[in-house]
């Protein structure tokens, strides 16, 4: 009897799947012949009746059901796009440069809609071709939602009960899960939990649940030790394992760069997690309100006109009163329950952010990890000095471990904890910390990595991959305090540091002295307007040979990847915040020349979705000049 072909090896990296029948005659003998040729396009092969695929179809933004998924030829893209029907032929047709012609005949007005119906009429009598097929005719409906003529089945709705399983995480902190039938998606649980929960809102196929009760607890499940667990939006994962946690974020990033179309062009490193995913944040800010966040579980009858803490998840206008937080320095808690009480006993209004009224709208923790310093930062909608002065001592009284203490007013509507002016009122008005041996001055409104352990881990990765050998010129973009450009600086031949906000330029000045590093210099604006100054031969901005960037959560400003492939520095590093942003740049950076040599992400952020990640790039375009000398 002649061998069956078996299908080939299913290869997760992929850039994109097409989900075949594996008990359909037909399919499975399709897959292994065509697996090779799409293979070398970067696409693979994946079952439908995988367990893999159930999972990645519940993590798939408005994933439709199951049934609706097994009804048509589907292609899964790794950015979570789903692909149905003869775009698929459309799509792989376009992949491969001998079909190339194809693609463009099938896309032209009129040759198009004949290809759909060629396709369609292929498709409603595929059973007939073989018997083995068990996909419906797509003429057929699926499988409807609507109530069926035994009136069971309907759309579901608010506060109907389902059980379903989850499966992992998304990038906004919701775990994601299956009823077999709905995607759903819900606040805690772990990755392989059971649980019943009800429906609180509909967006097409996706549910957003509530959870009611675990069935089953999945192994990477762990009673989450924090009390407002249940009711705050900061650390959405304590019910789930650190371990698995890390698992979820490598699947995160390589998510980001798929949905860029970069993804297997470098090995994504396992992420590197922390020592102790607790109390880890040298940085915290709460917010005072008026209205405060009932939780659940509370008796009733409690004042609900003050608190301090956090918002509650989409709610702008309530905070959740903390009496606890299990990421915050060792000592925070205190410091926050003193400010609260304080300000409830001295009578102090807290903001109404609907009215646009009181007096306390922030207050802003920092900790030096090393140096064992802290700094508070008061911010009030209004000058008030003397309020603020009996407040600020009695504060500075019952927590004797403020090392200084900064108010700052912010007589704008927007929710931000800065001021437009700021005066210090007790201390030096800076923290200071350390980072590699090297000292930091970091003043209230300068940008600082939240995480000092993990930093470190960090930034020895950007020194490593940016590897200066002291002939280099480094550009450092987004510097911040100044903390990469002061790493890079004993190893390069110039570092140029570029940072918008003022203070951060300051606190780097001073750090450069007060440690005696030299070949730092420091320029306060805006990168685009400096890469442009560069560009433009600016004398005092030699070319760069390495470039560092680490811009803010948005990514780059949209002009600046253009600017770098101008500069086309040897060797660039990006570091990103917010990976799902970046990956664009570093896509846009690809295409213009460069190679990504290696992606390494490090938890910063634990029980959080973010996760901090180093690119790194190395130009792969012709060399400069070479243009110019053939020419
Ligand atoms: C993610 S932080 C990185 C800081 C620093 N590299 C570090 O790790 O400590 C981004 C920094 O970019 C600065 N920034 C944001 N937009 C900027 C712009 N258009 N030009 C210059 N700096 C900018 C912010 O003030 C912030 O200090």
Same mark, same amino acid.
């Given at each position: ?22 008990? @359909?005659?037909?399919?499975? *003998? ?38 609706? +998924? ?24 376009? @992949? ?15 040759? *198009?809609?004949?290809? /759909? ?9 595929? #059973? ?25 089945? *309907? ?16 990038? *906004? ?27 609180? =809102? ?18 990477? #499940?762990?009673?989450?030790?924090? !009390? ?11 019910? @789930? !394992? ?42 915290? &800010? ?5 209205? =405060?966040? +009932?939780?659940?579980?509370?008796? %009733? ?22 009496? &606890? ?15 609260? =009480? ?72 927007? !929710? ?22 090297? #000292? ?8 600082? $990595? ?5 930093? &470190? ?86 070319? %760069?040979?390495?470039?560092?960037? /680490? ?25 990103? @915040? ?31 979705? #973010? ?11 012709? $060399? ?8």
């Amino acid at each position: 009897m002649a061998k069956q072909p078996q299908p080939p090896e299913m290869d997760r990296d992929a850039q994109g799947w097409v989900l075949y029948d594996a008990s @359909c005659g037909v399919c499975s *003998r399709w897959v292994p012949f065509w697996g090779p040729t799409l293979a070398r396009q970067g696409l693979g092969f994946a079952p439908l009746q995988s367990d893999w695929v159930v999972e990645r179809m519940a993590l798939t933004a408005e994933a439709p059901p199951p049934e609706e +998924i097994a009804s048509d030829l589907r292609l899964l893209l790794a950015n979570g796009e789903l692909i149905s029907g003869a775009d698929v032929y459309r799509h792989v047709m376009g @992949c491969i440069w001998w079909a190339m012609p194809m693609h463009v005949l099938t896309r032209l007005p009129g040759l *198009r809609q004949i290809f /759909d119906g060629v396709y369609r009429a292929f498709a409603a009598h595929r #059973h007939e071709i073989s018997r083995a097929c068990r996909m419906p005719a797509p003429s057929a409906k699926p499988a409807s939602p609507e109530p069926s003529k035994a009136g069971t089945q *309907r759309k579901p709705r608010h506060g109907d009960e389902f059980e379903f399983s989850l499966v992992g995480f998304d990038r *906004r902190g919701w775990s994601r899960g299956s009823t077999g039938e709905w995607s759903v998606r819900m606040r805690g649980g772990a990755p392989r939990d059971r649980w019943r929960g009800t429906v609180i =809102r509909r967006r097409r196929s996706l549910l957003e649940i509530r959870g009611l009760e675990l069935i089953e607890a999945g192994p990477a #499940h762990r009673e989450a030790p924090c !009390s407002h667990h249940n009711s705050c939006g900061g650390c959405s994962f304590q019910e @789930c !394992s650190y371990e698995e946690q890390l698992v979820q974020k490598h699947r995160l990033v390589t998510d980001a760069l798929g949905a860029a179309g970069v993804l297997g062009l470098a090995s994504v490193e396992a992420v590197i997690g922390c020592e102790n995913p607790w109390a880890y944040r040298n940085k915290m &800010e709460f917010s005072f309100s008026n209205r =405060r966040w +009932i939780e659940a579980d509370e008796p %009733p009858g409690a004042p609900a006109d003050f608190a301090l803490g956090l918002h509650a998840p989409g709610r702008f206008d309530k905070a959740l009163a903390l009496s &606890e937080c299990r990421i915050l320095f060792p000592g925070g808690e205190a410091i926050l329950q003193s400010a609260g =009480r304080l300000a409830r006993e001295l009578g102090l209004a807290p903001w109404s952010v609907r009215n646009h009224t009181g007096c306390l709208r922030h207050l802003v923790l920092r900790h030096g990890v090393y140096t064992g310093e802290i700094m508070v930062v008061l911010v009030t909608s209004e000058e008030t000095p003397e309020l603020v002065l009996t407040y600020a001592k009695a504060l500075l009284a019952a927590q004797p471990c403020i090392t200084t203490l900064v108010h700052a007013i912010n007589t704008g509507v927007a !929710s931000v904890a800065r001021g437009e002016s700021e005066r210090v009122i007790f201390g030096s008005g800076y923290i200071e910390e350390q980072l590699l041996g090297l #000292h930091f001055r970091i003043s209230a409104g300068s940008f600082f $990595q939240i995480n000092t352990r993990q930093a &470190e881990i960090l930034f020895r990765m950007v020194v490593e991959e940016a590897a200066p050998t002291g002939e280099e010129i480094v550009y450092d973009l987004y510097s911040g305090a100044g903390t990469i450009a002061l790493l890079l600086a004993a190893a390069a031949r110039e570092v140029l540091a570029f940072e918008e906000v003022p203070a951060a330029v300051a606190d780097a000045r001073r750090s450069a002295a007060a440690n005696g590093v030299e070949g730092v210099r420091f320029f306060e604006g805006d990168v685009l307007v400096e890469l442009d100054r560069a560009l433009g031969g600016a004398p005092e901005l030699p070319r %760069p040979d390495v470039v560092v960037v /680490d811009p803010p959560r948005s990514g780059l400003h949209p002009k600046v990847p253009a600017k770098l492939l101008e500069l086309a520095p040897r060797r660039l590093i990006y570091v990103s @915040c917010n990976l799902h942003n970046g990956a664009s740049d570093i896509a846009q950076l690809i295409e213009g020349g460069y190679a990504l040599r290696r992606v390494q992400a490090v938890d910063l952020f634990p029980h959080t979705p #973010h996760v901090e990640c180093v690119l790194s790039l190395e130009w792969a375009g012709p $060399q400069p000049g070479l243009a110019d000398s053939e020419g």
